[in-house]
């Protein structure tokens, strides 16, 4: 066999191959930019900086994981998230908050000494995700306040969500469907930040 027929052999071999691979699909946890309310609401009382967001290990990797009937999980290699999964958590979470409290998130940054401070930290308990039936997601999140500059007393608020959305059978559907339960937890910190950064005497929705 002559050098150039080999090389052409290599070449089929290599090109067979490629066209044999499974195709990668990304999804990401961020709502798409015209999924935003139609009209802003008053800034927030106060600056917001989101901390970094825990996930169980199970789940917190490349690929997407699914809880199988036998209660198994099923780690989908071929199915991936844009990001590490607790960056894409801290993201979606973060340009849903942007949105409802009209403000940005400012950690990273230099803070306005003279307005309130108010931390969210989230601890992502459960991240599951069955194809066909549901997206559930169970957090415990906690609020902290500094009203004064920096080194003054924090006053805190734990509270925690279990938010379940209905999902299609399609990896898409049921990737929407935990856009729509992050969409959901947004509002509710959303709301009791505000109000509880106005009057500490209301608690956890």
Known sequence: MTLRR???VLAAVFGLAACSSPTLRYYTLVAPIDSAPP????PAPFQFEMLPVLLPVQVDQPPLVVRQGDGSLAILDTERWG????????DALT???EQLWNRRD???LPKNSDEPLLSLRADVRRFESVP???ALIDVVWNLSLRSGPSGSKRENLTCSSVIRE???ASMEN????HQRAVGRLAEEIAQTGRNWSQQRTTGCP
């Open 95 to 97: 340009a849903q908050l």
């Open 166 to 168: 209905n999902a299609a």
């Open 132 to 134: 066909g039936q549901f």
């Open 39 to 42: 009209q802003r609401s008053a």
């Open 174 to 177: 049921l990737v929407l469907a």
């Open 83 to 90: 990001a590490p999964l607790g960056d894409e958590f801290h």
């Open 6 to 8: 080999k090389f052409a």
């Open 106 to 108: 400012v950690a990273g």
